[in-house]
């Protein structure tokens, strides 16, 4: 019974460049949910998502970030033109359910690095 | 706007010892209170959580403790062993909210 499995696990970018990180969340869960933790820093919400509908993306950045869950296949968070204080740690967590309970499951997060 | 805040932002404990963390919270919808634990280089995981209609949750050595009226929320870690050496989290929802908003974490070392 896999978890949430995302990659890739460590991600290098230079400024301007594009970055993908995908989420695949755990079976039978159709509920994704996006978090980027800073250094030393806590977990800051950025997306909810549902099967083909984004539910709530008051913690995106306005520009240049974007996510999607399609119908089929993983969730993709996209940051277009990267710069370095994009440098962070993206969590993906899925649930089986609307959260109602805070029992999310998260991956082993997606670290990206902008040079 | 923080909107849960957690502190130390770290805490050094000797094995057997006690560990605790506190959280206060500003937004009273919220009603659901999970603590998550994370290991360098992995992703959070739940460890213990709490509603407001309790005072205290017990699991194992993790008790919480809540006081709805100072709207503040506390882990307690007893007989602390080096393996709970770790980043802990609070974090709030609300019930029919979509997110869980976390403090800022509290890194724990459990020293031999």
């Known amino acids: 019974n896999a978890g949430v499995m995302q990659n890739p696990r460590h991600l290098v970018r230079r400024r301007g460049q594009e970055a993908r990180l995908r989420c695949s969340p755990m079976?039978?869960?159709?509920?994704v949910y996006w978090y980027r933790q800073l250094p030393e820093e806590g977990l800051k919400f950025m997306v909810y998502l549902q099967k083909e509908n984004i539910i709530d993306e008051s913690g995106m950045p306005k520009e240049r970030f974007s996510a999607e869950f399609p119908k089929e296949g993983p969730s993709i968070l996209r940051i277009q033109q990267v710069v370095r204080g994009d440098s962070a740690a993206y969590f993906c967590?899925?649930?089986?359910?609307?959260?109602?309970?805070?029992?999310?499951?998260f991956g082993e997060g997606s670290r990206l690095t902008v040079l | 706007q923080q909107q849960v805040k957690q502190s130390p932002q770290s805490l050094i404990v000797q094995k057997g010892g006690i560990s605790i963390i506190n959280c206060a919270y500003e937004n009273t919808a919220f009603d659901y209170f999970p603590w998550y634990q994370q290991f360098p280089g992995k992703g959070p995981a739940l460890l213990i959580a709490i509603r407001p209609d309790v005072s205290e949750k017990k699991e194992g050595r993790f008790t919480i403790s809540f006081n709805k009226s100072a709207k503040q929320f506390s882990l307690h870690i007893m007989d602390s062993q080096p393996g709970d050496s770790a980043t802990y989290f609070c974090?709030?929802?609300?019930?029919?909210?979509?997110?869980?908003?976390f403090g800022g974490g509290t890194r724990v070392l459990v020293k031999p």
């Open positions: 079976k039978g869960h159709s509920h």
């Open positions: 974090a709030a929802s609300k019930a029919a909210g979509n997110k869980l908003t």
């Open positions: 967590a899925s649930s089986r359910e609307h959260l109602n309970t805070g029992e999310l499951f």
